[in-house]
C-alpha cells in the first residue's frame, strides 16, 4: 500500500528544512519517511531505501538546492522516483521543494515540467501551499491525535522537555542601531555649476543646483576653492526636514527623505573608509565592508557584551586541496551592510554577510562559487555567531571612545549607538542544548579549526 510521504534531501546540509517539514507533515497525519526522524512512527523497518520509493511512497518530496542539486545520492534517488512514476503511471508523484536560491532553469533534467512548491523565502506559506495538494489529491492521513503523539514522542526523545518555547518574557535584539542626526541641515548654491560630491572631505548630495549637507559652506572646500556660491546658502531644521515641512519650493517631501537617505548612507560609507575597512559592492549596488589581516591583527578578538568578555574572529581561512594534491588558502571575511531607514525611528539596519577571496584582499567576483563556499563555512553558525560577529564589528568602529560618531562637518557630529535597538517578547524559546553541534566541538578552542574538522568530517 502505499501511503508515505519519502523526503530526499541533501545530508548534511539541509537537515534543519527537512527535519522541520517531516514533524509539520507527521503532525497533520501523513506518514513520513526521512532519515532524519526514525521515531515518526512506521517506518523504522523501511531498510531498503529503493524498494521503499518503489513500493510505500505515494508521494515523493524532492528537497531541491544547491547542495542536493549536486549530490550524486541525491540523484539516485530522484532516479528511481522517476522511473517508478513512469512505471506505474503515477500522476504528481514527484514534488519538488525548493528551498534556497538555486534557479529553476538549473534544476535537475527529471524534474523538467514539474511544478516546484517555493519555501526559499517563506516556511510557513511553503508549507501551506504543500497541504493545500496534498488534501486536493487525497493522500491518505492517519488519526491526527496519533500522530502528534508520534511527534510528541519524538521531540522527547532527542530534546527535553524543558525546551522550546517558554510562557515568559524575554528580551531580543534587534539589527537597528539608532542615530542621533545634526539638529540643522543646509542648502548651498552651487557656485560652479559642477558638482562632484567624491571631492568633497564630508557627505553632500545635490538637488536643484544646490549642494545638501550637514556641514557648513566653509567645508565644501576643494584645493582651496569653496564650492559654494557666498550668501546664497540657507538652513533647515533636520527635523522639518525629514517630517517633510518648511521644504524649499524645488523640493518634495519624498525629495527630503531620499536625499537624507542618500547623505545617511555616505555617512556610514565615510564611518568604514575612516576606519581602514575594504568595500564590496553587491549585486543590489549596496557595499559590504571588511576588514584584513593588516587591520584586524589577530584572529580572535574581544569585546563586551552587557558585562560578559566575549570571542570571535572577523577573518580565517581553511586549507583546501585541490587537484593532484595542491593545497591553498581560502580566505574568509566576515562583513556588513548598513541601510538607513527612518521610520519609525532613524536607525541604521545592518546586515551580516561572509566574502571570500584567494589572497585576504580581492573578493572573489563569482556569486556561485562565494554562494558555496558560505555554505560550507556558516554551516554551523547559529544566531549567537551571526549576532556577536555583528557586535564585534560594531565595538571596532566604537574602539576606545565612549560613542560612535561620524564626522559630518568640521564641528558637527553624526551619532550612532553602538548597541541595537532591542525587543521585548510575550514568550521566550530555551534551544534544545547540543542541538545541530557535533560530539568533538568542545575539544576545539579555535572555531576555524572547529570549522575545518567539520569540513573534514563530512569529506570535503
Not at 538546492?65 to 508523484?93: H, I, M, P, Y
Not at 537617505?261 to 549596496?286: A, C, I, P, T
Request: proline share 3%; glycine share 6%; aromatic share 12%.
Amino acid at each position: 500500500m502505499r501511503d508515505a510521504i519519502f523526503l530526499s534531501h541533501a545530508n548534511p546540509e539541509d537537515n534543519e528544512f527537512t527535519t522541520w517539514i517531516a514533524l509539520q507533515l507527521r503532525k497533520e497525519g501523513y506518514k513520513v519517511w526521512c532519515d532524519l526522524a526514525n521515531l515518526l512512527g512506521g517506518e523504522t523497518s523501511w531498510r531498503d531505501i529503493e524498494l521503499a520509493i518503489r513500493s510505500n511512497v505515494i508521494k515523493f518530496a524532492y528537497v531541491v538546492s544547491r547542495e542536493s542539486n549536486q549530490k550524486e545520492g541525491c540523484f539516485k534517488e530522484l532516479q528511481v522516483a522517476s522511473n517508478t512514476q513512469k512505471k506505474e503511471r503515477l500522476n504528481d508523484f514527484i514534488i519538488p521543494l525548493r528551498i534556497d536560491d538555486l534557479p529553476f532553469e538549473q534544476f535537475n533534467i527529471l524534474l523538467s515540467g514539474i511544478h516546484a512548491i517555493d519555501f526559499y523565502r517563506n516556511w510557513p506559506a511553503g508549507l501551506k501551499t504543500l497541504l493545500e495538494k496534498l488534501q486536493k489529491e487525497k493522500v491518505f492521513k492517519e488519526d491526527t491525535e496519533l500522530s502528534r503523539s508520534y511527534v510528541m514522542s519524538w521531540w522527547k526523545t532527542n530534546f527535553s522537555t524543558e525546551m522550546g518555547v517558554q510562557v515568559e518574557s524575554d528580551e531580543y535584539l534587534s539589527n537597528w542601531f539608532e542615530i542621533k542626526i545634526p539638529e540643522i541641515i543646509y542648502f548651498h548654491k552651487v557656485r560652479y555649476g559642477v558638482f562632484l560630491p567624491q571631492q568633497f572631505t564630508y557627505p553632500v548630495v545635490e538637488h536643484s543646483g544646490y549642494m545638501i549637507s550637514f556641514a557648513e559652506s566653509k567645508d565644501l572646500v576643494v584645493s582651496g576653492k569653496s564650492y559654494a556660491e557666498g550668501g546664497r546658502s540657507f538652513a533647515l531644521s533636520t527635523k522639518d526636514f525629514m517630517d517633510g515641512e518648511n521644504l524649499p519650493g524645488f523640493m518634495s517631501e519624498e525629495d527630503a527623505r531620499k536625499k537624507l537617505v542618500q547623505l545617511l548612507r555616505m555617512s556610514w560609507e565615510k564611518l568604514m573608509k575612516d576606519n581602514g575597512f575594504h568595500s564590496y559592492e553587491m549585486s543590489n549596488q549596496q557595499k559590504a565592508f571588511y576588514g584584513t589581516e593588516e587591520l584586524l591583527g589577530a584572529k580572535m578578538l574581544s569585546f563586551n557584551l552587557r558585562g560578559v568578555r566575549k570571542r570571535k574572529s572577523l577573518i580565517g581561512y581553511k586549507t583546501i586541496k585541490g587537484v593532484q594534491g595542491v593545497t591553498k588558502k581560502r580566505f574568509w571575511h566576515f562583513s556588513i551592510s548598513a541601510k538607513p531607514i527612518l521610520w519609525p525611528l532613524c536607525a541604521y539596519r545592518i546586515k551580516s554577510h561572509v566574502l571570500f577571496s584567494d589572497d585576504m584582499y580581492n573578493i572573489w567576483t563569482n556569486p556561485n562559487k562565494m554562494h558555496k563556499s558560505r555554505r560550507s563555512q556558516c554551516k554551523n553558525w547559529w544566531n549567537d555567531d551571526w549576532c556577536d560577529r555583528m557586535l564585534l564589528m560594531i565595538s571596532q568602529l566604537k574602539g576606545e571612545k565612549e560613542k560612535i560618531n561620524i564626522e559630518v562637518g568640521s564641528n558637527v557630529r553624526l551619532e550612532v549607538s553602538d548597541f541595537p535597538i532591542t525587543f521585548v517578547s510575550p514568550v521566550s524559546y530555551k534551544e534544545p542544548e547540543g542541538r545541530h553541534i557535533p560530539a568533538f566541538v568542545h575539544e576545539f578552542k579555535d572555531e576555524t579549526d572547529l570549522i575545518d574538522k567539520v569540513d573534514e568530517e563530512n569529506g570535503e
